[in-house]
């Protein structure tokens, strides 16, 4: 069974690589003055995890930042402690083909977005969200600091204090001190 899973994964990967090549977008960098729209992408099964994309939503959206957040729900069905509200989107496994890719309209129209930051609040890697950054045409991308791929414009070291509240912080402070 884990053959077949890091066949699909592998498989996944070789696709987002080739797709990464013919990925056309406009780069900058932006911090919390000069940004217009924000993308907040997050996993989204955990429901504390959720509570505080919200926060962040709340944050930006009081400094009259737009904001988009697309949540993945890690499961076969989204969850019912949810709201729904405008702007903030999610997806589950069932909106996966069988190798991880996601496909819904909801992550297509987010990939096609032009933000000026996408935030990625993920602490692990989990690959459907991994495939929407890299393909995302957001002009600065912005995560946690990992060694396997080179997504992200800009990225956040959170080793040695792996929550997200941290990283919420360290994504606050340094798309402030950005110039």
Request: charged share 25%; no cysteine.
């Amino acid at each position: 069974m884990q053959f077949l899973q890091n066949t699909k994964t592998n498989i996944g990967l070789t696709v987002l690589k080739f797709k990464v090549k013919k990925l056309n977008r406009k780069r900058g960098v932006y911090n919390l003055n000069n940004a217009k729209n924000i993308g907040l992408i997050y996993n989204a099964t955990n429901q504390s995890t959720y509570n505080s994309a919200i926060k962040l939503i709340k944050f930006l959206q009081e400094k009259n930042i737009k904001t988009n957040s697309l949540g993945y729900v890690n499961s076969k069905e989204v969850l019912n402690f949810y709201e729904t509200s405008k702007g903030v989107d999610f997806f589950s496994r069932n909106n996966l083909n069988w190798y991880g890719k996601p496909n819904n309209p909801n992550t297509n129209n987010f990939i096609e977005k032009e933000f000026d930051i996408l935030i990625d609040l993920s602490l692990d890697d989990d690959f459907p969200l991994q495939y929407i950054i890299a393909l995302s045409k957001a002009k600065f991308k912005v995560g946690r600091f990992t060694s396997k791929d080179g997504y992200y414009d800009f990225m956040i070291n959170v080793e040695e204090k792996k929550e997200l509240n941290f990283l919420i912080d360290q994504i606050k402070h340094y798309l402030t001190m950005i110039k």
